[in-house]
């Protein structure tokens, strides 16, 4: 077996990407061979060389690929400091160590894919990938048709940046409230949020229905499964093999997806976070 760079075998592995896995590295929690390991770019096999994170031996397991529908009230990470119920608490039972592909913000349930495949989730989160993300959200007051084209067209944050164009109608009105499905290709923090803001209104409720094509329909608050094979092979026809080629032609970078294990909710812009 030819070597690997390690943070790459740890990103296979599914520890982290190899963002995350090069963070682990610089911070002395690797070990190969029973030596701590600082440096990046030591190459390993990991068939005959011994390698630790955190003192358990590394055991590449297979990929796999799950959709979870999240509660509200949940962080999208695997621990707390605070003390939330956070993801590990309603993932208990899938026996492969997964992490989420992006993150929802605490009050926000919907589709969240998790996996243990690292490039996976690099594709997917990559803003130049432009995954397809639908979403619920119950805005306060009436929307009107000027508001809904800006929705559209694109409104202004608060840090100036203009959104890009969105598909965005409405589902239903009621007596104080709007409900519009919204579907963007970017993710700016907190951006339906503030996007609403941008028009006046305010998010009340909001809830993604699905995430790359993957929906969350059939399953309850808390609930996973196992994408089927034909949403598996559209992601990959899609999303991560067009990555993974510009990537070869050097278009792509280097990586750049840190696992929501490391991070609280107000992480990198590039991911989600509504």
């Not at 609280?264 to 509504?274: F, L, N, P, Q, V």
Request: glycine share 8%; hydrophobic share 35%; proline share 4%.
């Amino acid at each position: 077996m030819a070597q690997q760079r390690l943070q790459k075998v740890l990103a296979q592995a599914g520890i982290a990407s190899r963002r995350g896995a090069e963070k682990y590295i610089t911070d002395g929690r690797v070990r190969v061979n029973g030596k701590v390991v600082t440096e990046l770019g030591v190459k390993v096999d990991d068939h005959h060389d011994k390698v630790e994170v955190d003192g358990r031996r590394l055991v590449r397991d297979a990929p796999v690929y799950y959709v979870l529908n999240k509660p509200r009230e949940v962080v999208s990470t695997l621990s707390d400091p605070e003390g939330r119920q956070s993801l590990a608490d309603i993932i208990e039972k899938i026996p492969e160590r997964v992490f989420p592909v992006g993150r929802l913000d605490y009050h926000t349930s919907g589709a969240l894919l998790l996996t243990n495949d690292g490039e996976f989730a690099e594709a997917l989160l990559r803003p130049s990938v432009h995954v397809p993300k639908v979403y619920a959200a119950k805005l306060q007051g009436h929307v009107d048709v000027p508001q809904l084209d800006l929705l559209r067209n694109g409104v202004k944050l608060d840090d100036g940046y203009v959104t890009k164009k969105a598909e965005v109608f409405v589902l239903r009105t009621e007596d104080r409230s709007t409900w519009v499905q919204l579907t963007l290709r970017e993710g700016k923090n907190r951006q339906i949020h503030r996007m609403a803001d941008a028009i006046g209104s305010r998010v009340q409720r909001l809830t993604r229905l699905s995430f790359a094509g993957v929906s969350t329909e059939g399953l309850r608050p808390g609930q996973q499964r196992v994408l089927a094979k034909r949403e598996l092979d559209a992601i990959h026809k899609s999303f991560v093999t067009p990555f993974k080629k510009r990537k070869r032609e050097g278009g792509a970078g280097t990586g750049q997806y840190v696992p929501r294990d490391a991070h609280d909710e107000d992480g990198a812009s590039m991911d989600d976070d509504y």
